[in-house]
T-cell receptor, first 117, second 109 residues
Framework: GAVVSQHPSWVICKSGTSVKIECRSL??????MFWYRQFPKQSLMLMAT?????????EQGVEKDKFLINHASLTLSTLTVTSAHPEDSSFYIC?????????????FGPGTRLTVT | DAKTTQPPSMDCAEGRAANLPCNHS???????VYWYRQIHSQGPQYIIH???NNETNEMASLIITEDRKSSTLILPHATLRDTAVYYC??????????FGGGTRVLVKP
């Protein structure tokens, strides 16, 4: 149980275009989902926290107008990288927290590798 | 942010136990310690978590000091597939997991 999927697993896009990444909790409901970014040989950096039905909370230094997050249902959150630039090339990872359990565990997706050319 | 300190890298012989230390001196009394690992180009994989008592599951054992300021993850019989970056963490304000540098573990034959 507690499987999180991401789609696509990798994407290449041209500079200036927008890219949408989906994060789904497959066998549980997630009231909260988190988006992380990871550059090569670095640790995961938390970008934002999204709660179902409300606006996302962004970490300091993360541009909310560039990284649009939508959490419209208890099983789906999307991250849209708008007007992507080569410096946005990174490994994007989502995680989901299961609703209704006392432990509030976070389960991570497999990641999406974005390359902006 | 949750602050943890781990050695940047560690080598381990295949079949031997790997002991991974972590300092988390600022952890509060009711926060769990979580361990994850990340194999190259994959998402983090949950390993184990604990509060005060030592914990064991099919993957590893977790030893937490009595003052809870540090813990040790034990991989009892390391295999080549255990080569990964291991992160110890706990939830910061806002009930969210943040990650430090982790320990890059290389299991050698």
């Amino acid at each position: 149980g507690a499987v999180v999927s991401q789609h696509p697993s990798w994407v290449i896009c041209k500079s200036g275009t927008s890219v949408k990444i989906e994060c789904r909790s497959l066998d549980f409901q997630a009231t909260t989902m988190f988006w992380y970014r990871q550059f090569p040989k670095q640790s995961l950096m938390l970008m934002a926290t999204s709660n179902e039905g409300s606006k996302a909370t962004y970490e300091q230094g993360v541009e909310k107008d560039k990284f649009l997050i939508n959490h419209a249902s208890l099983t789906l959150s999307t991250l849209t990288v708008t007007s992507a630039h080569p410096e946005d090339s990174s490994f994007y990872i989502c995680s989901a927290r299961e609703a209704g359990t006392g432990m509030n565990e976070q389960y991570f997706g497999p990641g999406t590798r974005l390359t902006v050319t | 942010d949750a602050k943890t300190t781990q050695p940047p890298s560690m080598d381990c012989a295949e079949g031997r136990a790997a002991n991974l230390p972590c300092n988390h001196s600022t952890i509060s009394g009711n926060e769990y310690v979580y361990w994850y690992r990340q194999i190259h180009s994959q998402g983090p994989q949950y390993i184990i978590h604990g509060l005060k008592n030592n914990e064991t599951n099919e993957m590893a054992s977790l030893i937490i000091t009595e003052d809870r300021k540090s813990s040790t993850l034990i991989l009892p019989h390391a295999t080549l597939r255990d080569t990964a970056v291991y992160y110890c963490t706990y939830k910061a304000a806002g009930n969210k997991l943040t990650f430090g540098g982790g320990t890059r573990v290389l299991v050698k034959p």
